[in-house]
């Protein structure tokens, strides 16, 4: 449930971005998303030794139901998305809502958005298309390579276990605040190598 979740929402999610962002500020919308996943991981690690699992996993929906009330209510669908469906008008309005541009200015990157989709419109699309040109192809084989040397390096289970880990490893330091401190240093990392 959390691969098939996490995948989910990072496809989602990363598309969303894509779409809604200009191409000088879309790389660092991209390391902003890497930087709240990483606080998402410190979350747990330093408040779940204090709590019960019931009472984490509840104070875990509180920052998703937040998102998804803030998300829904003030977040426009994408403009791509709105001209794929037909709905111009809507993808100006969200253009002039995501990027601050005149209405003038707003039309001009319609166009573009326009001639983008009667391009992907006269493509085929589908899962087959990965494996029919070798550029696809290769993309595909990387990425399926990263994500499974990811999965099987056994990242999730230190994590997992790290305070029991700490604690079988006679440490001076409190798993407790262990824990937290790696939390620390990934966040820090992930600013830096942002």
Known sequence: LHGIGGGGVFAVLTMYIAEITEDHNRGM???????????????????GPMLSIKILCLSS????????????????????????????DLAVEAIIKLRNKSRDESH????????????????????????????????????????????????????SFMEHIFLAAGSAIPPQIATTVIGVIQVLTVCVTS
């Open 108 to 159: 001009k990157e319609l166009l573009v958005f326009q001639q983008h989709a009667r391009e992907q419109a006269k493509e085929k699309g589908g899962v087959s298309e990965i494996f029919r040109g070798k550029t696809t192809r290769k993309a595909f084989m990387i990425a399926l390579g990263l994500l499974t040397i990811q999965q099987v390096c056994g990242i999730n289970a230190v994590v």
């Open 61 to 88: 929906l509180v920052p998703l139901v937040i998102f998804l009330i803030f998300f829904t209510l003030y977040a426009p669908d994408s403009p791509p998305y709105l001209v794929k469906i037909v709905k111009d």
């Open 29 to 47: 919308f991209s390391c902003i998303l890497s930087i709240f996943v990483a606080l998402g991981v410190l979350y747990p690690l330093s408040i």
